[in-house]
C-alpha cells in the first residue's frame, strides 16, 4: 500500500534536515542591496530544493536499510513494527523503491549545483559504507552519523554560494555526536530490556 512506502521514507526524520538551514539564516544579513530580492528567492529555492534532495537520499537509505537490516529489525521491541519487518513490503521492494529514491535526491543536488551534488555524492558513500558494516562498529557509527549531519550544513552553504562556517560545521558535528552516543545508548538499553541485547 502507498501508506506502507510512505511510512517506509520515516517523513518524520527529515526534521533533521534543519541542519541545511543555518547557512541561508546567517547569511541573510550579507544579503547585497542590489536585487536583494532576487537573491533572497534564489536562496529559498536553492535551499528548498536541497532539503527535498537530501529527504529523498536519505529516505532512500532508511528504505534499503530495513530491507537489509529486516531480520535483525523483527527481534527489536521497535523496529519490529516497520514496514518490511511486519512484511507489508517485501526487502526486494524495499531496496527498488530506496534506490529510486537515491537517484532522485542526487538528480537534485546536481540540478542546484555541482558542489551540492557532490556533497550528496559524498553523503552516498558514506551510507553505502555505514549500510555496510560501520553502523555495528562502535563509536564510529557515531561519527559517521554526526558526519552526515555536518555534510547537510555545509550544502546548505553550497545551495547559497556562500563559505562553509568551520563554527557552525564544529558545532553542527559535536552535537550530532553527543546526540548519537545518547540515541546508542538508549538502543542498547532497549535491547537489554527485550532479551535481545
Known sequence: MPSDFLRLMRPHDWLKNIFILPALIFSLPALPEADRDQVFWGWM????MVIIAFSLLASGFYAINDALDV?????HPRKRHRPIAVGRVSPKAGIRFGTVLVGLGLLG???VDNA???VLAGYLILQVLYNGGLKRVAI?????LATGF???ATVGAFAIDRAVSTWLLGCVFFLTLYLAFIKRLCD???AE???TG
Open 116 to 118: 551540492v551534488g557532490g
Open 71 to 75: 531480520e535483525r529489525d523483527r527481534l
Open 193 to 195: 530490556s527485550a532479551g
Open 45 to 48: 529555492a536553492n535551499t528548498s
Open 188 to 190: 542498547l538499553s532497549a
Open 109 to 111: 543536488g546536481f540540478l
Open 140 to 144: 564510529v557509527d557515531a561519527v559517521v
Open 150 to 152: 555536518a555534510m547537510r
